[in-house]
């Protein structure tokens, strides 16, 4: 079963920008999801308080794939997060986080967790910035997306700015500059090292449990 998952209260996405990355993906790949969750709680609220995502989580079956926008969708503390992760992971489910084009399971390499988790963090130190008063614009859609995964690749292959540039017969400077701004380089380091080294998931059972109400 295919899942979208949004947060209604994010302060650094809006619900809007979420679910536009998700259709988009979805569009691009064909694909379509059977059940959108909207979670409604606050992100000041702690993951052991969070009832109905827990539940949520813990109904995932193996096969089953999440779509969301980014990881800060989870939490906005990487503790959480990881724990998150490592629950789901315990089960054969697919994340696809549609705002880099990265689908994460439990085979990914942990450099990429690792990636995103850093994407996360400069997320949150941005948005810290912008609540004391030094706004910093958002990264705006390229025409370039659409080369995006190739010249990704590409990159891998260890081609030049200029050797792409003629394969995809598009500008060498605009390229360069959308390769820089997207943190593409970097990206393909990652993927490339390390393809053997997994995300380590805990030994035993899932560790996120729902309160206990008594009486």
Known sequence: MNYGYFRSSNAICSL?????SVDEYLL???????KREIELSS???SLEKREDFIKFIHSLKDKDKLFIYDLSILSLKIDEVVKILNCIFKKDVDIIICRFNIILNRDSSS?????LLNE???????FQRRKLGRPKGSLSKSKYD???????????????????SKILNISRSSLRDYIASRNLKELASIEK?????????????????LNQKKG
């Open 16 to 20: 809007a920008i979420q679910e536009n």
């Open 28 to 34: 691009k790949s064909g694909l379509n999801i059977d």
């Open 43 to 45: 992100f000041s609220k």
């Open 111 to 115: 450099k990429i967790v690792l990636y």
């Open 120 to 126: 996360m963090s400069e997320d949150l130190k941005s």
């Open 146 to 164: 659409r080369y995006r995964e190739k010249i990704l690749s590409l990159l891998k292959e260890e081609k030049s700015v200029n050797e792409i």
């Open 193 to 209: 090292k390390d393809k053997n080294l997994n995300f380590i998931l805990p030994k035993k059972e899932c560790k996120i449990k």
